[in-house]
């Protein structure tokens, strides 16, 4: 395997699938002790241009954030039941840590070293502001990796 094929070591964000967001932002927020933050729903595929597994999908989800400290957050996402890679991992694995994000530049060019390196493109997007996508690092990682790219202002 190629060596720092991100090009940062730098953790954004830890993403956690759940069942019953409402029950869990407040359970972490109580646990942290903060107030409990908005939950979000993300936007329509018109807007996300979300594909899984190379289609186009409507999948959508709904997401809590909690800042723990410098850049990184704890994403919790509680998937409808539309195709994506949020509701095929929660069916399959049940609720937890579903992927360590990174936030990297050149999407495209990292993908596709990540896949010539045999961690292939699951899903990707776009959100307010920058894009995503999900790489399958589990079989070397035993974690998906996310890649996040803002775009700059």
């Given at each position: 395997?190629?060596?720092?094929?991100?090009?940062?070591?730098?953790?954004?964000?830890?993403?956690?699938?759940?069942?019953?967001?409402?029950?869990?932002?407040?359970?972490?927020?109580?646990?942290?002790?903060?107030?409990?933050?908005?939950?979000?729903?993300?936007?329509?595929?018109?807007?996300?241009?979300?594909?899984?597994?190379?289609?186009?999908?409507?999948?959508?989800?709904?997401?809590?954030?909690?800042?723990?400290?410098?850049?990184?957050?704890?994403?919790?996402?509680?998937?409808?039941?539309?195709?994506?890679?949020?509701?095929?991992?929660?069916?399959?694995?049940?609720?937890?840590?579903?992927?360590?994000?990174?936030?990297?530049?050149?999407?495209?060019?990292?993908?596709?070293?990540?896949?010539?390196?045999g961690m292939p493109l699951t899903q990707?997007?776009?959100?307010?502001?920058?894009?995503?996508?999900?790489?399958?690092?589990?079989?070397?990682?035993?974690?998906?990796?996310?890649?996040?790219?803002?775009?700059k202002k």
């Amino acid at each position: 395997m190629d060596k720092n094929l991100l090009g940062t070591n730098v953790v954004t964000q830890i993403g956690i699938l759940v069942h019953d967001i409402e029950a869990t932002t407040r359970a972490y927020a109580e646990f942290f002790g903060v107030d409990v933050p908005e939950i979000i729903i993300s936007d329509t595929v018109d807007k996300t241009n979300m594909e899984y597994k190379g289609k186009t999908s409507p999948a959508r989800c709904r997401q809590s954030f909690f800042h723990v400290g410098g850049a990184c957050m704890i994403e919790l996402i509680e998937p409808d039941h539309e195709p994506s890679e949020w509701r095929d991992a929660l069916n399959k694995n049940g609720e937890g840590v579903h992927h360590i994000a990174y936030e990297v530049e050149g999407t495209d060019e990292k993908i596709r070293l990540l896949e010539k390196n045999g961690m292939p493109l699951t899903q990707k997007g776009d959100y307010t502001g920058g894009r995503y996508a999900y790489i399958d690092s589990t079989a070397d990682l035993k974690v998906m990796i996310e890649l996040l790219e803002n775009f700059k202002k």
